[in-house]
């Protein structure tokens, strides 16, 4: 069994950064897209940036030039590097190591307040 979390979520101004991590357990880290999603309250939950096992990015419109995912295979790490934070980010973090047909592992999430 995979274990996900996520750290780094909490309170910050529009305009300001937080970094994101996320660790998932196991011996075969590099084998994982890894995947942030959000949800917003009253919302459904929408994929914000995901990596590929070979490093391929991808984001969505809502936070391109803004988020920066990255992954630190040694360290079975992967982060979102979020700036220019705006009120509209603030949402419940969610981090997905996802194997494909052989099934995702969901953490429990992350808080993150942007607000003044």
């Known amino acids: 069994q995979v274990e996900v979390a996520e750290s780094g979520g909490g309170l910050v101004q529009p305009g300001g950064s937080l970094r994101l991590s996320c660790t998932a357990s196991g011996n075969i880290f590099e084998a994982f897209g890894m995947e942030w999603y959000r949800q917003a309250p009253g919302k459904q939950r929408e994929l914000v940036a995901k990596?590929?096992?070979?490093?391929?990015?991808m984001y969505a419109d809502s936070v391109k030039g803004r988020f920066t995912i990255s992954r630190d295979n040694a360290k079975n790490m992967a982060y979102l590097q979020m700036n220019s934070l705006k009120p509209e980010d603030t949402a419940v973090y969610y981090c997905n190591a996802d194997l494909g047909i052989f099934g995702d592992y969901w953490g429990k999430g992350t808080l993150v307040t942007v607000s003044s």
């Open positions: 990596i590929s096992s070979d490093n391929e990015t």
